[in-house]
């Protein structure tokens, strides 16, 4: 068993090498405070033949990490929570661009979090532990990637924050790459107001990041380089490509592929190239379709490449910032609280919104917080297969799809004026191609504001992308889904005219330099003008229908007079629910009624509850301590018995009451009884 310490960024980690989990092709264990965190990697010694890289990332959280069981009827972990999902994503995101392009073993990496102190960052340790697993395993010729995140506490930047610290702060930005260039960006800006980021300060915060991930990267690499596994894989050894076939397809049916390339829908370009591909095998059956397959590929690639750097122009004839075509429809569903609907290009958003009550929050439980928390605002984004013309069922929320709800809800949260109202965002992609999840960001800012959510400002979102050959570059505004595809990065950016709420960046190169990105994010708010422009001429035409949106009515009552409203097995106020048609969240110790729903019923609700806890103070008051009644069995209960009073009301006789006198009741029998006492509303009874 070997240690190694690395100290960098404000932090010690830990490394114990071949101390347990020995069967895998590497393993180790991480060590940060009391964050303990089991990285492996596992690769299959057979490659794949499909053309795709075999890797899979899973990032697991035992609540036993934390001194916790699982809530919940099974005590036991089940599947992924949405942090682990998103975490999952995260690593992935920057270990795969890593990979040479012609890699097939499948490769899996599992992070299980053993114990964790609530202080330190899970995402950071993961992912470095993940990337150190991966260097030792040298499946492959790998640089070493490492993982840091900045906050802004008071105006000042700080690395590796403490959770304490992060929770004070109005930036969370999560870079990670290697001691060259960064390959994969996560921000949002926090806070109870906007925080929107400007470019300058977020290229000082992307500096600092890329100075700390150098520091880090260059010790793991000295560190772990002698402990390397030998290496596995080498550049080169993937399918070569047929020369022949390429200059076939170059001279004879180049004109089919520029009319494939030029096709905006992604099924009509599909069938375009399966047609080429088709006409080739059959005239020539010497090339396999596999060949033709990716000897195509590599010709549509190289045209949309060439095309974007020499001739500035893109497949569908747009200038390089040109941002496509934009519409805005609202109100379309009746019964909604607000919608949305956003097209961009052939890009469109549905986005509909729902506002509810405290008991609609969703409850998450996670090692990050002591105890459960409540999600307030939830923004669900949904990818259904017709909106690309697949025709293929529609199953279970994909990682894909959390992760862009993710995406667009962190841009759009800190626009919120009311951290403390609940609401939902659904966003249904009608059609895709391309910035689907900032086409979201888009709708969903315009849907709060016509669900009558104070905002601070509208936010817009832009997906730009880059392609670049040699030292030549071309930065593009608002990428279509070709362009994403056959580009070098997807760079989404969130933000208002000021600055920036949330961005999120992935390249399939193995890193991005500072200078591009920054010439990116100048970009990228130029398009975000123009697309808030649009966004606010929609939104003076937005009319929001008061009328039907909810309201909320919050007043309080006696504490003691919470279980009146809630009544026997919560009878009582079932019944108020479905008379009126709202919901109504209750504060047994404060005493507070919330009632929220259509604002008639609101006020009636309110009426009801007050006049009903009148009627029952009225009722007490027609009894006396001592006085003797007749009385009737309601109902028999495991400690007693519920009397009708003759003068309205019910009071209690309790079971040791009745054991004393040796009586047996049934319900429906006659009793005299006498009233002992008043208590929280509730009349005391004893044979009389």
Known sequence: MDFITINSSNKTEEFALKQVAKQATSSLMYRLGKTLILASVCVEREPVSEDFLPLVVQFLEKSYAAGKIPGGFVKREGRAQDFEILTSRLIDRTLRPLFPKDYRYPTQITLMVLSHDIENDLQVSALNAASAALFLAH?????????????RVDNEFIINPSTSLLNQSSLDLFVSGTKESLNMIEMRSLGQKLNALEEPLMLEALELAQKSLKETCTLYEEAFTPYQNELLFKEGEGIALNERLLDLLTNQYFDEIIKGIESSALSERENVFNEIAKKISEAHSEFSLEEIELSLEKVKKTEIRRMIIQDKIRPDKRALEEVRPISIESSLLPMAHSSILFTRGQTQSLVVGVLGTDNDAQTHESLEHKTPIKERFMFHYNFPPFCVGE????????????????????????????????????????????????????????????????IHDLVAGVAMGMVSEGQDHAILSDISGLEDAEGDMDFKIAGNVEGITAMQMDTKMSGIRLEVLYQALLQAKRARKHILKIMHEAKEKIVINFSHLPTTEIFNVAPDKIIEIIGQGGRVIKEIVEKFEVKIDLNKPSGEVKIMGNKERVLKTKEFILNYLHSLDQELEQYAIDEVLEAQVKRIVDFGAFLSLPKGGEGLLRKQNMDRCQVILKEGDSIRCRVISFNKGKIALDLA
Do not use: F, W
């Open 139 to 151: 499946i492959a010729p790998l640089k070493s990637v490492s993982a840091c995140r900045i906050a």
């Open 391 to 454: 025709a293929s069922s529609i199953g279970a929320t994909s990682r894909r799809e959390l992760g862009h709800g993710n995406l667009a809800k962190r841009a759009l949260e800190t626009s919120i004026k009311n951290k403390d109202q609940v609401i939902r965002l659904v966003s249904e992609i009608l059609e895709s191609n391309g910035s689907s999840s900032m086409a979201s960001v888009c709708a969903g800012s315009l849907a709060l504001y016509a669900s009558g959510v104070e």
